[in-house]
């Protein structure tokens, strides 16, 4: 793998209803996922748009809902040592759910969480490519990350130090404080937006599609729900936030 320490690298939709998830994200965000493996290999989907992969489904089993885990979208961080940035995790008061482990043939990975609570996974792929699923401004890919936290200085310290990303900007948002742009290797991959003492932080990563108007009516139709927006973003984007009817939480960008 080719990309810098710090880049996202893949997308993964973690959900208990995959035939659900499939029929909803390809009539709202035009994405392809394909069928189920043979058994007894895990239900692991590969997810496409136009032709190229830009993420991963992973179907829920019993032994994960019982043990608390929720349907989401998380983001997969390129890194250069796996296990070493797992020892640096904890040792940034961070948390390791699955320790460093090899997924034969496509790299090795660890699932951790900030210190605050939001979860993400972290990789070094065996292959020679460089990951494109996150481009910023493409139809079709990801191109903005959020994190959402209570502790904004706690988190520029954390992913600052272990990933090299640095703050450039800020956009004011009133009494909640500032929402903060974050920089990795020249590129504006997101933000980090404050929440209220107390609150579990968490990551929000945002797909564009090519009508925001058009994916918020299937939306509707397809039995989203907690739906917000569209709002207008600087730049005259659309931004659509709203839960599937598996239970996560999506983000989808574009214009009206």
């Known amino acids: 793998m080719t990309n810098a320490q710090g880049d996202f690298i893949w997308y993964e ?6 035939e659900g998830a499939r029929a909803f994200y390809g009539a709202v965000a035009g994405l392809e996922i394909g069928d189920a493996p043979p058994a007894p290999a895990p239900d692991y989907r590969m997810i496409g748009y136009g032709g190229s992969f830009v993420g991963g489904m992973l179907a829920m089993d019993d032994d994960m ?3 608390g885990a929720m349907p989401m979208w998380i983001g997969y961080i390129g890194v250069d040592d796996v296990d070493a940035t797992a020892a ?8 390791i759910f699955v320790p460093p482990r090899d997924i034969p043939g496509t790299g090795r990975f660890a699932m951790a969480a900030d210190p605050q609570g939001a979860p993400f996974y972290i990789m070094r ?3 020679d490519a460089t990951s494109t699923v996150w481009q910023d401004n493409e139809v079709g890919h990801w191109g903005w990350n959020e994190l959402w936290t209570p502790d ?3 988190a520029l310290d954390f992913y600052g130090s272990l990933f090299g990303w640095t703050q450039a900007g800020a956009m004011p948002m009133g009494p909640r404080g500032d929402y903060l742009f974050m ?19 968490y990551w929000r990563h945002i797909f564009r599609v090519p009508s925001i108007g058009a994916a918020l009516k299937a939306a509707k139709a397809g039995g989203a729900t907690e739906i917000e927006g569209p709002h207008e973003v600087p730049g005259g984007d659309h931004v659509l936030y709203g839960r599937d009817p598996q239970g996560a939480t999506f983000v989808l960008v574009g214009g009206k």
Do not use: C, N, W, Y
């Open 125 to 127: 792929g065996f292959s």
């Open 13 to 18: 939709l973690m959900t208990p209803d995959p």
């Open 152 to 154: 904004q200085a706690g």
């Open 65 to 67: 809902l019982s043990a």
């Open 183 to 201: 920089m990795q290797d020249g590129k504006r991959l997101g933000a980090f937006g404050p929440k209220e003492p107390g609150v579990q932080a």
């Open 88 to 95: 640096g995790i904890r040792a940034k008061g961070g948390h």
